[in-house]
Protein backbone atom coordinates (compact mmCIF):
# COMPACT_ATOMS: atom_id res chain seq x y z
CA UNK A 1 0.00 0.00 0.00
CA UNK A 2 1.62 3.26 -0.92
CA UNK A 3 1.36 5.80 1.02
CA UNK A 4 1.06 9.93 0.09
CA UNK A 5 3.70 12.06 2.26
CA UNK A 6 0.82 13.72 4.44
CA UNK A 7 0.34 10.15 5.98
CA UNK A 8 3.85 9.07 6.35
CA UNK A 9 4.01 12.30 8.62
CA UNK A 10 1.22 11.72 10.15
CA UNK A 11 2.77 8.30 11.69
CA UNK A 12 6.08 10.61 12.54
CA UNK A 13 6.73 10.25 16.72
CA UNK A 14 7.90 13.92 18.24
CA UNK A 15 9.74 13.57 21.42
CA UNK A 16 11.07 16.45 23.25
CA UNK A 17 12.42 16.67 26.75
CA UNK A 18 9.73 18.08 29.57
CA UNK A 19 10.51 21.03 32.10
CA UNK A 20 11.06 18.08 34.40
CA UNK A 21 14.76 17.44 33.45
CA UNK A 22 14.33 13.62 34.02
CA UNK A 23 10.68 12.93 32.08
CA UNK A 24 11.01 13.08 28.08
CA UNK A 25 7.94 12.90 26.46
CA UNK A 26 6.90 12.09 23.20
CA UNK A 27 3.71 11.81 20.96
CA UNK A 28 2.92 8.76 18.91
CA UNK A 29 -0.19 7.57 17.30
CA UNK A 30 -2.88 5.93 19.95
CA UNK A 31 -3.33 2.31 19.54
CA UNK A 32 -6.18 -0.63 20.51
CA UNK A 33 -4.13 -1.73 22.75
CA UNK A 34 -3.64 1.51 25.20
CA UNK A 35 -7.51 0.83 26.30
CA UNK A 36 -6.10 0.16 29.94
CA UNK A 37 -3.76 3.50 30.00
CA UNK A 38 -6.86 5.07 28.39
CA UNK A 39 -8.94 4.07 31.25
CA UNK A 40 -6.94 5.26 33.93
CA UNK A 41 -7.72 9.20 32.57
CA UNK A 42 -10.76 8.23 31.09
CA UNK A 43 -11.98 7.08 34.28
CA UNK A 44 -11.11 10.03 36.67
CA UNK A 45 -13.58 12.72 37.57
CA UNK A 46 -11.36 15.42 37.91
CA UNK A 47 -9.91 14.79 34.33
CA UNK A 48 -13.13 14.68 33.07
CA UNK A 49 -14.51 17.75 34.70
CA UNK A 50 -14.10 20.38 31.36
CA UNK A 51 -13.86 17.90 28.98
CA UNK A 52 -16.90 17.35 26.64
CA UNK A 53 -17.41 13.76 28.00
CA UNK A 54 -18.43 12.14 30.83
CA UNK A 55 -15.58 9.82 33.24
CA UNK A 56 -15.91 5.71 31.24
CA UNK A 57 -17.35 3.52 32.96
CA UNK A 58 -16.96 0.64 31.36
CA UNK A 59 -13.22 -0.82 29.16
CA UNK A 60 -15.75 -1.63 26.28
CA UNK A 61 -17.30 2.01 26.01
CA UNK A 62 -13.18 3.04 26.10
CA UNK A 63 -12.62 0.42 23.45
CA UNK A 64 -15.75 2.00 21.32
CA UNK A 65 -14.36 5.14 21.63
CA UNK A 66 -10.53 4.23 20.81
CA UNK A 67 -12.41 2.33 17.76
CA UNK A 68 -14.98 4.89 16.77
CA UNK A 69 -13.18 8.39 17.50
CA UNK A 70 -9.55 8.27 18.01
CA UNK A 71 -8.07 5.64 15.71
CA UNK A 72 -9.93 7.60 12.55
CA UNK A 73 -9.18 10.80 14.16
CA UNK A 74 -6.91 13.05 11.75
CA UNK A 75 -4.75 13.73 14.44
CA UNK A 76 -4.44 12.51 17.61
CA UNK A 77 -1.77 11.06 19.72
CA UNK A 78 -0.94 9.27 23.16
CA UNK A 79 1.14 11.61 25.24
CA UNK A 80 3.65 8.64 26.42
CA UNK A 81 6.45 8.84 28.49
CA UNK A 82 9.79 7.35 28.29
CA UNK A 83 8.06 3.85 28.63
CA UNK A 84 5.96 4.41 25.78
CA UNK A 85 2.61 3.90 27.83
CA UNK A 86 0.14 6.78 26.96
CA UNK A 87 -0.29 9.32 30.46
CA UNK A 88 -3.01 11.24 28.32
CA UNK A 89 -3.76 12.53 24.55
CA UNK A 90 -3.61 15.35 22.30
CA UNK A 91 -5.45 16.33 18.73
CA UNK A 92 -5.65 18.72 16.32
CA UNK A 93 -8.90 18.82 14.83
CA UNK A 94 -9.79 20.70 11.83
CA UNK A 95 -12.52 23.61 12.23
CA UNK A 96 -12.39 24.98 8.57
CA UNK A 97 -9.69 24.76 5.89
CA UNK A 98 -7.65 27.35 7.70
CA UNK A 99 -8.05 26.57 11.28
CA UNK A 100 -7.54 23.83 13.68
CA UNK A 101 -8.45 23.35 17.12
CA UNK A 102 -6.19 21.78 19.86
CA UNK A 103 -7.36 19.69 22.88
CA UNK A 104 -5.83 17.79 25.19
CA UNK A 105 -6.02 15.47 27.98
CA UNK A 106 -3.81 14.55 31.01
CA UNK A 107 -3.97 11.59 33.75
CA UNK A 108 -4.18 13.70 36.86
CA UNK A 109 -1.11 12.09 38.87
CA UNK A 110 1.01 14.19 35.73
CA UNK A 111 -0.26 17.62 36.53
CA UNK A 112 1.81 20.20 37.26
CA UNK A 113 4.95 18.76 36.31
CA UNK A 114 5.13 20.89 32.67
CA UNK A 115 3.85 17.82 30.60
CA UNK A 116 0.92 19.18 29.10
CA UNK A 117 2.66 22.32 28.31
CA UNK A 118 5.85 20.41 26.71
CA UNK A 119 2.78 18.18 24.54
CA UNK A 120 1.22 21.72 23.41
CA UNK A 121 4.86 23.35 22.32
CA UNK A 122 5.59 19.87 20.61
CA UNK A 123 2.25 20.17 18.36
CA UNK A 124 2.53 23.91 18.11
CA UNK A 125 6.02 23.75 17.04
CA UNK A 126 5.06 21.03 13.89
CA UNK A 127 1.46 21.26 13.22
CA UNK A 128 2.35 24.12 10.42
CA UNK A 129 4.67 21.83 8.81
CA UNK A 130 2.32 18.47 9.12
CA UNK A 131 -0.59 20.99 7.58
CA UNK A 132 0.94 24.18 5.92
CA UNK A 133 -2.76 25.01 4.61
CA UNK A 134 -3.52 25.92 8.57
CA UNK A 135 -3.39 29.45 9.75
CA UNK A 136 -4.36 29.46 13.09
CA UNK A 137 -4.23 27.02 16.04
CA UNK A 138 -7.01 27.85 18.75
CA UNK A 139 -7.72 26.33 21.70
CA UNK A 140 -10.91 27.24 23.58
CA UNK A 141 -10.73 26.78 27.59
CA UNK A 142 -13.74 26.69 29.86
CA UNK A 143 -13.27 30.34 32.16
CA UNK A 144 -12.96 27.97 35.76
CA UNK A 145 -10.10 25.69 33.66
CA UNK A 146 -7.00 28.12 34.96
CA UNK A 147 -4.69 25.15 34.41
CA UNK A 148 -5.17 24.78 30.90
CA UNK A 149 -5.17 28.27 30.28
CA UNK A 150 -1.29 28.55 32.25
CA UNK A 151 -0.33 25.88 29.73
CA UNK A 152 -1.52 27.34 26.59
CA UNK A 153 0.09 31.56 27.83
CA UNK A 154 3.55 29.18 28.93
CA UNK A 155 3.29 27.89 25.18
CA UNK A 156 2.97 31.41 23.57
CA UNK A 157 -0.63 31.15 23.11
CA UNK A 158 -2.45 34.56 22.67
CA UNK A 159 -5.43 34.90 24.93
CA UNK A 160 -7.45 36.80 21.83
CA UNK A 161 -10.86 37.07 24.67
CA UNK A 162 -13.78 35.75 26.51
CA UNK A 163 -16.64 33.65 24.39
CA UNK A 164 -19.71 34.89 26.76
CA UNK A 165 -22.28 31.93 26.78
CA UNK A 166 -20.47 29.94 23.82
CA UNK A 167 -20.71 26.61 24.93
CA UNK A 168 -23.12 24.23 26.88
CA UNK A 169 -21.09 21.77 28.61
CA UNK A 170 -22.44 18.66 30.99
CA UNK A 171 -26.12 20.45 31.69
CA UNK A 172 -24.90 24.77 31.55
CA UNK A 173 -24.16 27.04 29.88
CA UNK A 174 -20.46 27.81 30.06
CA UNK A 175 -18.23 31.15 28.86
CA UNK A 176 -15.16 29.91 27.21
CA UNK A 177 -11.78 31.82 26.51
CA UNK A 178 -10.33 31.61 23.42
CA UNK A 179 -6.76 31.14 22.55
CA UNK A 180 -4.96 31.48 19.36
CA UNK A 181 -1.33 30.69 17.98
CA UNK A 182 -0.04 31.74 14.33
CA UNK A 183 2.87 30.43 12.21
CA UNK A 184 4.47 33.58 12.92
CA UNK A 185 4.03 32.98 16.65
CA UNK A 186 7.06 32.59 18.96
CA UNK A 187 7.28 29.73 21.20
CA UNK A 188 7.79 30.29 24.48
Not at 71 to 98: M, Y
Not at 138 to 165: I, P, T, W, Y
Request: glycine share 6%; with cysteine.
Amino acid sequence: MEMDSSSMIKLETLSTVSSSPSEKIHLRPMTLSDVDDFMVWATDSDVARFCTWEPYTSREAAIAFLNDVALPHPWLRAICLDNDRPIGSISVTPVDKIRGEIGYVLGSKYWGKGIATEAVRLVAAEIFKEKPEMERLEALVDVDNVGSQRVLEKVGFVREGVMRKFMYLKGNVRDMVMFSFLPSDSLH
